[in-house]
């Protein structure tokens, strides 16, 4: 079980525990009372102290869904089971208009002297150096930088406190907070000038009020005179300069004074991590661990998590897979998708700021297009989707003119964008050329075929994919064009549980799909295309309204038949790489 620390760790200052959840059991009274005491067990875990609020305790049935609540006041003199629940629709936007993410950046180089049994006593020394250094960000000589986010007009607030100006006398550990400082109040809120629902949570644009620490040195009185101490070892010792990059988020309401913020959140947060990773550096004191925070928001998150990585380990060194493995069950995280991976990290506004439409390779290809088009016409159908971002290739891009042959190409590499888009893989989208040498290395293709303007289909696509990303495919093969909605609710399960798009290939024609919108009652079907034969400029209303991404029936209304009848179809289904 992991420990206070580490649970603190991993998660931003500010929140509170009110209750616990049980899914499953027999939801008897016995299931929600040990749902109360299971949270006020963790409350005192995490805070050290019990809560003088309410708790609440729930359970699920699994199989119904149907949620009990019991509500104990403070001093668990009694509980009440509720009989009212409400329910937020979007609780991502009001936890972020009433809230806001503090960020404080910290790099400190620590000596610590060590006797020449480097194994005795580490613990103990390490624990008194994070002291004297917590003891130190609380000195009436540091002085902290609160800077807002950049906003639209490139302007942000910004305001210096003193270790003066801060309140250390109220240790609410989540219980209640100060209403003043002993600064003039300023308030989180002064430091986002834009709407609050305008606050950016995104992996490629996250925004927080910034607080940078500096260390002043005492101003002497006129006429005095610096002082040096020194203070003999009095054993033989060596000295290790230990640092750590500290780096960690807090979360306060908006309408709480800054400097409390910093005295009550990020002082202590500064502690918490600091403790974490001393755990990790004084297992492997000889080491020299290169520990750096990063802070991730999972789908379907509304909130940050922090994991400390050891970076002298690549990402796909077994020791780092394994403690992303553990993270994402710790956090209930699935184990087939890279949600942790130092690629997927939040990166802060300001200079990190990017255009929302500009992935993060600097690409300016249109993304998940998709999301713009109107419903798919089937009455009673399930839509099952792809499951990620994908970027639009087609006829012309790179300048490489490809029109007539070049539509298997422009699918593989929409399929290999996704792959990167999700983390995956890190290698650069393969050119034409690329792809070309890829099957002429592996023995497919003769030399010849390298430059030429020959087409490729589905097992072409399977072998590069297996190359140079280690994906497997299955292959449905039809034979004509009307079999392929007998084929919606494999294709559906597919976009189900792996999500990846779908090259459909058929004479000289191919197509990416990105879903299926499918009645299994009435066998009605449609399917969500995404054409490689544009030949235009990167338009999306051009594109969406040409039908160049949109839903195709097999037979639309007037008759046409959208696939060929006469030719036979292979449909190349990526699978998902299990891993983390």
């Known amino acids: 079980m992991p420990s206070a620390d ?40 995490l805070f050290g102290v019990a809560a003088s609020h309410g708790l609440v305790g729930g359970h699920m049935d699994a199989a119904t869904g149907e949620i009990r609540f019991v509500v104990s006041e403070s001093g668990w003199t009694n509980s ?20 806001c993410l503090l960020r404080c950046e910290l790099l400190l180089k620590l ?31 540091v002085y902290y930088l609160v800077e807002g986010p950049i906003t639209s007009s490139q302007s942000h607030r910004s305001i210096i406190l003193r270790g003066d100006d801060l309140s250390f006398d109220s240790h609410t550990h989540g219980n209640s907070r100060t209403d003043s400082c002993t600064t003039s109040i300023v308030t989180c809120s002064e ?48 000295l290790i300069v230990i640092t750590l990059k500290l780096d960690i988020l807090c979360y306060s309401s908006i309408d709480f004074p800054v400097a409390a913020a910093v005295s009550e959140l990020v002082i202590p947060g500064l502690a918490d991590q600091m403790i974490v990773m001393k755990r990790i550096i004084a297992s492997e004191i000889t080491q020299q661990a290169q520990l750096q925070p990063f802070h991730f928001i999972p789908s379907g998150w509304h909130v940050p998590v922090t994991a400390i990585y050891n970076t002298r380990y690549g990402e796909t060194e077994e020791r780092q897979s394994e403690l992303r493995k553990e993270l994402h069950l710790r956090l209930g995280l699935p184990l087939d998708r890279p949600l942790l991976r130092i690629s997927n990290a939040l990166t802060f506004g300001g200079m990190g700021r990017r255009k929302k439409s500009m992935p993060r390779s600097g690409s300016s290809l249109l993304r998940d297009i998709h999301r ?11 839509m099952s989707l792809i499951d990620g971002s994908y970027e639009y290739y087609h006829y012309l891009h790179d300048g490489i003119d490809d029109n007539g ?21 890190s290698i650069d989208v393969p050119s034409h050329r690329e792809i070309q040498q890829v099957l002429v290395e592996i023995g497919d293709k003769d030399p010849s075929f390298i430059g030429s303007c020959e087409w490729i289909g589905a097992i072409e696509l399977s072998f590069v994919l297996d190359k140079l990303l280690g994906v497997s495919c299955k292959v449905i093969n039809v034979r004509s064009g009307d ?6 609710r494999e294709l559906a399960r597919h976009f189900e549980t792996q999500g990846t798009p779908v090259m459909i290939g058929g004479g000289v024609l191919a197509y990416t799909l990105l879903g299926v919108d499918y009645n299994g009652a009435s066998g009605d079907c449609a399917f969500l295309i995404l054409d490689p034969h544009y030949t235009g400029t990167d338009d999306l209303k051009k594109i969406v309204n040409g039908g160049w991404c949109g839903w195709k029936k097999s037979v639309d209304s007037k008759g046409r038949s959208f696939f060929l009848k006469d030719k036979f179809y292979n449909l190349l289904l990526p699978q998902r790489p299990n891993m983390v």
């Open 6 to 45: 580490e649970i603190r760790g991993l998660l931003p200052r500010g929140f509170d525990i009110i209750g616990v959840l049980l899914v499953g059991g027999e939801g008897s009274d016995a299931d929600v009372t040990r749902a109360l005491e299971q949270a006020r067990a963790l409350r005192e875990l």
């Open 80 to 99: 009440v089971e509720g009989s009212v629940v409400t329910w937020e629709d979007e609780p991502g936007r009001l936890l972020w208009e009433k809230g």
């Open 111 to 141: 000596p610590l002297y060590l006797r020449p049994d480097v194994n005795s006593g580490i613990e103990g020394q390490f624990s008194s150096l994070i002291e004297s250094t917590v003891a130190k960000l609380r000195d009436p000589h």
């Open 191 to 238: 430091f986002f000038t834009e709407k609050r629902y305008d606050l950016s949570l995104t992996r490629e644009t996250a925004d927080a009020i910034a607080i940078t620490v500096n260390q002043s040195a005492p101003s002497l009185k006129p006429g005095g005179t610096p002082v040096v101490e020194y203070f003999p070892a009095s054993a033989p010792a060596s």
């Open 372 to 382: 713009e088009l109107p419903s798919s016409g089937v009455s009673g159908g399930v």
């Open 405 to 425: 042959w070049g539509c298997a190409y422009r699918s593989l590499q929409t399929i290999v964008s996704w792959y990167r888009l999700q983390q995956y893989s």
């Open 483 to 488: 079999e392929l909605p007998e084929k919606c």
